[in-house]
């Protein structure tokens, strides 16, 4: 006890942890751990393999009922603010938590029968799909940049790896080195305008910025919006909003399919908790900054996701411009919620938040179509001229296709068309009429490209041009590897969305209410 | 200019004199020295070993080591400002401790298990 002689015993005031906040985090990371560890010791034994999927459904089912739960308790005694206010659980949180498990959940099943039929099979896809996944739910309730900063990396470098899990195929690599490289130089470029705001303003709490900048003006405030502008370029980075999209086609054609819908509808929802969040709750008072620069992001995501989009010859590459343009729709509402008129802002961040929800239940079901369609060919090929005739080989699967492509596009009686009116309707409701102009005439656009894939879909095998593909096609159909199945988990995933989609696009309320409790309780100004 | 900024002045001229400083004594030794390459001047390195053949500069198996190395290489950043502090921090503190040690000694029983740290 010389230390205790010398120096008065005084013990360091340890944060309280309101444990229901974090419970969902832990339990995905403690399933990610155990199915590492289950796989580690079972090494050979038939069960192995079962024991995993087992764990990582069980760590996924506990999360969702802990997200549940605390969206009741929320929603009856406020939202809960834990570890120094550096977290903070609100129905903002929750809602997005709640689709992020929804999408770990699909992509997991999405991959079971995909792993095995590409033997891939292993403990470390699932392993690193619950980490992101934890990342992702740290992120939604981050309520602090050093939070955001550690959940978004704990969310990345998992996906890095999972871009370039099919090690054989060079595309997937090819993915996964592009993801990574990009990656963490827009990692970087976040943690430098965290750093900038940090030395602008004392404090890298979210609320306590907010603070900050109300109770005094800042002159020169150079410093302060250069750190902005990086935020805005590394989170836009992580929802590939244009001009921060290169990366999103390559490797979103090239990462394994059930990666893609993984990537393509969490990360995305998790991107955009942390830039909602971050802009609505720390810079309301720089809105005449910002707004601006989000809605040229958003007009840039739509052009470019759905000029692009247009030309495109690959499935993949043409859901991947799709999903930009679609991060387009919600940087629109972003926008809108950014005005300060209170009403306006909060229609805004409703039509968000929907739009989150039925667009991430739209490109699972996109994408869970190409995770089957793909295990013919070994998930190389995915060339329109693939799909060619789809329907009369697989009338099922090319009409779950078609429902997700029109729905996508935006068709009546779908979830599309809600959120896309919603989005429209939140930029009349904030003034900002030509953004609402853009966004109705890119959907015009977009119709195009999706109509186009289903008319390859119902079209004929044998039109000039795709004989070769055609023909390779049927001796590939020929070979006992690709029956023509849709295995359990994955049609189980397709029903759901479409449920969901069929549903939130014919009986709305019940999602609008969802969104909209959701959005009123994030502390607004 | 603020007070801010001219701190960061010295940053500049300090980057500008150790350009200057750095091209200086590379250009003068370039003009001065004499210029006769042979075959054996020209190996990277001058102890003579060849660094194409055999073993190469460093086999690639040990990158598994450097990344054992890295993990428990970052456990001891966090346990010796941990060590110092134990007692102040209490019960709370070592439960954290254990918790996270057990989490990276479960990566080593996985890199075990999956028979990385064998050399054949």
Known sequence: ?525 | MTEFYRNYLAVAVFIGAALLMVGAMLGAGRLLRPTRPTDEKLIPYEAGSDPVLGFGQSNVRYYVYALLFVMFDVEAVFIFPWAVQLETLGTFGLIEMVIFIVILALGLVYAWRKGVLRWA
Do not use: C
């Open chain 1, 1 to 525: 006890m010389i230390l205790g002689a010398s120096a008065p015993f005084s013990p360091i005031d340890t944060p309280s942890i309101a444990w229901l906040a974090i419970a969902p985090v832990i339990a995905l990371a403690a399933a990610g751990i155990l199915v590492v560890m289950a796989r580690a010791l079972l090494r050979g034994r038939p069960a192995a393999g079962a024991v995993a999927t087992g764990l990582a459904i069980l760590g996924i089912g506990a999360a969702g009922g802990l997200l549940a739960w605390q969206w009741f308790h929320v929603r009856d005694h406020g939202p809960i603010s834990t570890m120094t206010d550096m977290v903070r659980t609100d129905p903002f949180a929750v809602y997005l938590g709640i689709l992020v498990v929804a999408a770990t959940a699909a992509a997991v099943f999405l991959s079971i029968t995909y792993l095995r039929t590409e033997g891939l099979e292993g403990p470390e896809y699932l392993a690193l799909v619950l980490l992101s996944a934890a990342g992702m739910l740290a992120m939604t309730s981050a309520n602090d940049l050093v939070v955001v900063f550690v959940a978004l990396e704990v969310l990345s470098i998992p996906l890095y790896v999972l871009a370039a899990f099919d090690r054989r195929r060079l595309g997937s690599q090819e993915a996964g080195i592009k993801y990574f490289v990009l990656g963490a130089f827009a990692s970087a470029l976040l943690l430098y305008g965290i750093a900038l705001v940090y030395g602008a303003t004392g404090t890298t709490s979210l609320t306590g910025i907010a603070e900050f900048l109300t109770a005094r003006r800042v002159f020169e405030d150079g410093t302060l919006l250069a750190g902005i502008v990086l935020l805005i370029v590394g989170l836009g980075f992580k929802v590939s909003s244009a001009p921060f999209h290169q990366w999103t086609p390559d490797v979103y054609q090239g990462a394994p399919s059930p990666v893609t819908a993984f990537m393509s509808s969490a990360t995305k929802v998790a991107g955009f908790a942390a830039f909602l969040r971050v802009f609505l709750v720390a810079f309301p008072v720089y809105r005449s900054d910002w707004r601006p620069v989000i809605m040229a992001l958003a007009v840039a995501s739509l052009v470019v996701g759905t000029f692009a989009a247009v030309v495109q010859t690959d499935l993949k590459r043409m859901l991947a411009y799709s999903s930009i343009s679609h991060a387009g729709y919600i940087l629109v509402a972003f926008a809108a919620a950014g005005t300060d008129d209170v009403q306006a802002a909060s229609r805004g961040l409703q039509a968000a938040l929907l739009y989150l929800l039925t667009y991430t239940f739209m490109t699972i079901g996109a994408f869970g179509v190409v995770t089957v369609v793909g295990r013919r060919t070994h998930d190389g090929r995915h060339g329109l001229s693939q799909y060619r005739g789809l329907a009369r080989r697989e009338p099922v699967l090319a009409g779950f296709l078609t429902f997700f492509l029109l729905a996508q596009a935006g068709v009546p009686f779908t979830g599309g068309f809600v959120a896309k009116l919603q989005v429209f309707a939140s930029a009349v409701d904030a003034q900002e009429y030509w953004l609402a102009i853009v966004a109705v005439l890119s959907t015009v656009v977009a119709a195009f490209f999706y109509l186009r894939v289903t008319v390859v879909l119902f079209g004929a095998d044998d039109v000039a041009g795709a004989h070769d593909e055609a023909g390779s096609d049927e001796a590939a159909s020929r070979s006992p590897r690709s029956r023509r199945w849709i295995d359990v988990p994955a049609g189980a995933v397709l029903v759901v969305s479409v449920v969901l989609v069929v549903w939130s696009g014919v009986f709305p309320g019940f999602f609008l209410d969802f969104a909209r409790d959701a959005g009123s309780l994030l502390a607004l100004p």
